[in-house]
């Protein structure tokens, strides 16, 4: 007889996103004449730049014509996108990489999920609360063990390790996903000097790392000296170059994580050979245009263009006394909302027809909190910088 996975027993009934969908639909369907603004789920409305979509139309008459068409990629990715990634940490971080250490992915989330797989069951998974739900209930469903540590206002929402804390992997994300919180070269240190001294692998999540505009924060773990072997690092091109709905991201696996004699790179690399196929071709050829001069630059105007919505986002929330943080080298703003945070997105959304995200989703240090996205456009994104206020003096 068939015994399923009981873990899924364990999980949260849904999605956080998928119970959010539900209550905007609800909405929807009870106010036929809504003026809905969405700055909750963490999408990008910005369309993809010219120099890509020049790139996937030239790539896709490629796959037409006998002469040029391809099969499958090469298995770890194409050369060119390797080659422009490695030049990308070269000029960005001043990080040096060799080709074997990069995996093309189909976006960032299935590999973060998707990597433990490398792990035995016994290993204590450290998570920081609040974070993107991923790293948890990914690990939930491996029945693991899991230490959960503190994001606070105290902490500035990056937990550190301390004393007494053990634990064999461990999730960083920065910028962090719910908080904006970005973690500095020297506290990056003190997570890298930890993972050394007690052999634990660090997965570094680093998928809005193009939104660090201040240029004295790290922008990959790799600027850190010893990274090299404690770390993993996931990039995504979804937010970086609106590849939400395109699809592609890279794996940074360094040659030198070696852990019980066994080489990670090597593993990574047989796994993602059995269960993956890849890439396809016209998307990586998209993505090799994301690095190129006018693709960076043109990514970089949408990015801007996003950091805008969040400065007004951030100074309406000033003007109105709410404390909140984030917006400034992340697309997110993370507010104090002073009530469960459910109840605060039914009141925001009944209330001023804006949909956020409750921080509780994020973990139980996110409950009191509530988060906005940048992601909307400079229409919408006034609109609700207006509602905002409204709302805020209302209370
Ligand atoms: N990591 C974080 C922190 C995210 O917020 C997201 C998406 O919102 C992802 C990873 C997933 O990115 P991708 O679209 O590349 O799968």
Not at 254 to 272: A, H, S, Y
Request: a neutral charge.
């Amino acid at each position: 007889m068939v015994k399923v996975n009981k873990n899924y027993n364990n999980l949260n009934q849904s999605y956080l996103f998928s119970t959010i969908t539900k209550k905007r639909n609800e909405f929807i369907k009870n106010n036929p004449d809504n003026k809905l603004i969405r700055l909750g789920i963490g999408d990008v409305t910005r369309p993809l730049t010219k120099p890509v979509v020049d790139a996937l139309v030239k790539a896709s008459l490629e796959m037409g014509d006998a002469k040029t068409f391809k099969g499958y990629g090469d298995e770890q990715g194409y050369g060119f996108l390797q080659d422009a990634i490695k030049k990308y940490y070269k000029d960005i971080n001043g990080v040096s990489l060799e080709n074997s250490e990069i995996f093309i992915s189909d976006g960032a989330k299935s590999d973060i999920a998707n990597f433990t797989d490398l792990f035995s069951n016994e290993n204590t998974i450290i998570i920081p609360d609040p974070v993107y739900p991923v790293y948890l209930d990914s690990n939930m469903m491996l029945g693991r063990k899991i230490v959960l540590i503190e994001g606070n206002k105290e902490n500035g929402f990056k937990p550190l390790p301390f004393e007494g804390l053990t634990g064999d992997i461990v999730y960083l994300c920065s910028p962090n996903n719910p908080t904006g919180a970005v973690y500095s070269h020297s506290e990056l240190k003190l997570w890298v000097d930890f993972a050394l001294k007690n052999n634990m692998i660090i997965l570094f999540d680093n998928a809005y790392e193009a939104f660090v505009n201040d240029r004295s924060l790290p922008r990959s773990i790799y600027e850190v000296d010893g990274a090299e072997k404690c770390a993993v690092e996931f990039n995504s091109l979804s937010k970086t170059a609106g590849f939400t709905g395109t699809r592609c991201g890279y794996t940074i696996v360094p040659q030198n994580l070696i852990f019980e004699g066994n080489n990670l790179n090597k593993m990574w690399l047989r796994r993602q050979t059995t269960k993956f196929n890849g890439v396809s071709y016209i998307v990586q050829k998209g993505a090799e245009a994301v690095f190129s001069e006018e693709g960076l630059k043109s990514c970089m105007e949408n990015i801007e263009y996003y950091m805008e919505n969040a400065k007004l986002i951030s100074d309406t929330l000033t003007k109105c006394n709410v404390w909140h943080t984030g917006g400034i080298n992340s697309p997110y703003i993370w507010l104090s909302c002073g009530m469960d945070s459910w109840e605060f997105f039914d009141k925001l959304l009944n209330e001023a027809q804006i949909e956020g995200t409750p921080g509780s989703g994020f973990g139980k240090c996110g409950e009191g909190y509530f988060r906005l996205t940048a992601f909307n456009t400079r229409e919408n994104t006034i609109e609700a910088t207006k509602r905002l206020e409204k709302f805020f003096k209302n209370k």
